[in-house]
């Protein structure tokens, strides 16, 4: 079964601060995704990777840097951590493309900027 | 921009009963799937639909293309079946992001 693991499962950040969430897959899928959850939001992306070295804008990246320093790894950065960011945040791997791609979602990761 | 309606918003069930959740949206679609969301958060795709009629296991999907809506039926619904349901749908000329939805809120009761 396709694995995809979150660090850490909870995080609490003051505001200004930085954080790192990092997401680890070990299904050889070269698509990665990082989405946030919110009340009232369905998922919304903020940054995907085709591969290592590459990372792509999603729909809300502002605030947002992403790497993938491999195939496996794929983090999100917040550098100025602000109490808007606070979320639950989802790390997914695809294995293909289109119609055609299958999610595989890590646990999520409850982060409160206070 | 692609927007995704998901109706209803929550339903609560009698074990064994059968449930019709569904999905509209906005703007033709060439990817269509459907998640479940566990009450622990966790999430799992169903199926892959974007047209025609799909089965897996007790599910059924049916999407209409030019209608722009899916249903996703579930059979002799479970308590285990207890947790939301997601529709997505791609990017207006961009299939490699989803747009979701809000998803249904199922509750199975015993």
């Known amino acids: 079964e396709a694995a995809v693991t979150q660090s850490p499962r909870n995080k609490v950040a003051v505001t200004g601060g930085k954080v790192t969430l990092s997401c680890n897959q070990t299904?050889?899928?070269?698509?990665m995704y990082w989405y946030r959850q919110d009340t009232g939001h369905g998922l919304r992306l903020i940054h995907y990777s085709y591969g290592a070295g590459s990372t792509e804008k999603g729909d809300i990246p502002d605030g947002y840097k992403a790497s993938r320093p491999s195939q496996e790894n794929f983090s999100l950065i917040l550098e100025l951590a602000t109490p808007s960011q606070t979320s639950v945040y989802f790390c997914a791997s695809g294995d293909g493309w289109g119609s055609n791609e299958r999610l595989f979602f890590g646990h999520g990761t409850k982060l409160s900027v206070l | 921009g692609q927007q995704v309606q998901q109706s209803p918003a929550s339903l609560v069930l009698q074990e064994g009963e059968n449930a019709e959740l569904q999905c509209n949206f906005s703007s033709t679609a060439t990817q269509l799937q459907w998640f479940y969301q566990s009450p622990g958060g966790s999430l799992v795709s169903l199926l892959s639909?974007?047209?025609?009629?799909k089965h897996t296991g007790r599910l059924t999907s049916t999407t209409v293309t030019k209608e722009r809506r899916s249903s996703l039926h579930i059979s002799s619904s479970q308590t285990t079946d207890s947790g939301t349901y997601l529709c997505?749908?791609?990017?207006?000329?961009?299939?490699?992001?989803?747009?979701w939805g809000l998803g249904t809120s199922l509750v199975v009761n015993p």
């Open positions: 997505a749908i791609d990017h207006v000329g961009d299939n490699s992001k989803l747009i």
């Open positions: 299904n050889n899928h070269n698509n």
């Open positions: 639909n974007p047209s025609g009629t």
